[in-house]
């Protein structure tokens, strides 16, 4: 029975059982007890003294095994060992039963009969709860019953015979119906132990899902190349901030930045150069920002912009001439190992969404202010003009 349970389901098994040991070790010992006051007599002293001391020594090291599983402390024990000291304590306990039942119905009177049998009957129906393990149950609750049988057989009272046979009947019924009855407990057992793997596979695959579709967001959302938000990013957050901008009267500043002649820099240097130029550039743009208020991306080619919320024209036009500097000083560091120095043409545009205008004009004043630092020589910004009927501040 050991070899066929799973390590994990039999330890599910044991576990359901061996907490029930020290209360049965103690109903044990209230038994041997009663039987002990009730048969005592000089004559069986010694061998009442002896059966006692034999269930004493049973049930106190039943005890400390129980004891020792329960604390934790010998996890590493197999399960097969604990199943195996346990169903052996209960065969060792279910034979000095047998062998002081067989005695006691063989020489005591009808009352004592009665006593011993309600004793017998107390046992096995409180041994019924070891049935999750059912050779603990089948290795004491078998010898008893057939102690019993054994006692009425050697006894010389009226319908011993009959009565031995019931008990040996008993015994067969007891065996049947409890492996029937442990069947079931087992199957239920491997059940709950199915459910809950599948319980834990399915809370394992969400987890795998939510961070799936985490970083699936993330990749939707970010530039595979800079690191930065991609374009999709930067017309849902342009939105957002229009909206918000509008609805509680705040500014909202745009700064366009386009790397200047980059197509002779590809050229020249080769496209491997050209993107860790782009991603060096990138990531002096993100230090620019205010953290998660502001938003760096790249919409395409060396095109980025800067989506500035909640900011006046002045400091607008501050930010983007300390993106302009940081960028042409930083991509000079030898550290960044790029094969020359490049810089960044900006253009910025701001606007009071609530006043009226769009955000289509908001990024076409950005680009046309960014088309004049071209003209304008490169490697500068221009600020946005007010256009007419547009809340467009310059700086």
Not at 171 to 189: E, F
Not at 239 to 268: H, P
Request: charged share 20%.
């Amino acid at each position: 029975m050991v070899s066929e349970a799973p390590d994990t389901l039999l330890r599910t098994r044991l576990d359901a059982v061996y907490p029930l040991a020290v209360p049965m070790s103690v109903m044990d010992l209230l038994g041997c007890a009663l039987i002990g006051w009730l048969y005592w007599a000089p004559t069986t002293a010694a061998a009442l003294g002896g059966w006692l001391a034999g269930c004493a020594c049973v049930v106190g090291t039943r005890t400390i095994v129980a004891t020792a599983y329960r604390s934790g402390r010998w996890r590493g024990v197999a399960a097969t060992t604990w199943a195996r000291l346990i169903a052996g304590f209960a065969a060792a306990s279910g034979l000095l039963w047998a062998g002081a039942l067989a005695w006691m119905l063989a020489v005591g009177n009808d009352n004592q009969a009665m006593f011993v049998i309600c004793v017998a009957l107390s046992g096995l129906t409180l041994s019924i709860v070891n049935i999750a393990y059912w050779p603990i149950y089948a290795g004491f609750a078998a010898p008893v019953t057939l102690g019993c049988a054994i006692g009425f057989a050697l006894s010389h009272r009226a319908g011993g015979p009959v009565l031995a046979f019931g008990a040996g009947m008993m015994t067969i019924a007891l065996l049947v119906t409890s492996k029937r009855l442990a069947r079931a407990v087992l199957r239920a057992h491997r059940l709950a132990e199915t459910n809950q793997a599948l319980i834990d596979s399915l809370a394992e695959r969400s987890r795998e899902l939510e961070e799936a579709c985490r970083t699936l967001e993330q990749v939707s959302r970010t530039d595979a190349l800079t690191g930065l938000a991609n374009r999709r990013s930067r017309d849902l957050r342009l939105a957002a901030e229009w909206d918000r901008a509008a609805r509680i009267g705040s500014t909202l500043a745009v700064i366009a930045i386009d790397v200047d002649r980059f197509k002779r820099y590809n050229d020249t240097h080769g496209h491997a150069a050209g993107d860790r130029c782009l991603g060096a550039v990138a990531a002096l743009l993100q230090d620019a920002t205010r953290g998660a208020i502001d938003l760096a991306c790249r919409h395409g080619g060396e095109e980025f912009m800067l989506i500035l919320p909640d900011i006046d024209g002045h400091a607008a036009a501050s930010t983007a001439e300390r993106v302009r500097a940081r960028i042409a000083a930083g991509t000079g560091d030898p550290a960044l190992g790029l094969p020359e120095r490049v810089t960044v043409s900006l253009g910025v545009a701001l606007a009071v969404p609530g006043e009226g205008g769009s955000l289509h004009d908001l990024i076409g004043a950005a680009d046309a202010a960014l088309y004049r630092a071209k003209l304008g020589g490169r490697n500068r910004y221009e600020v946005a003009p007010r256009w007419s009927g547009r809340s467009v501040a310059a700086a």
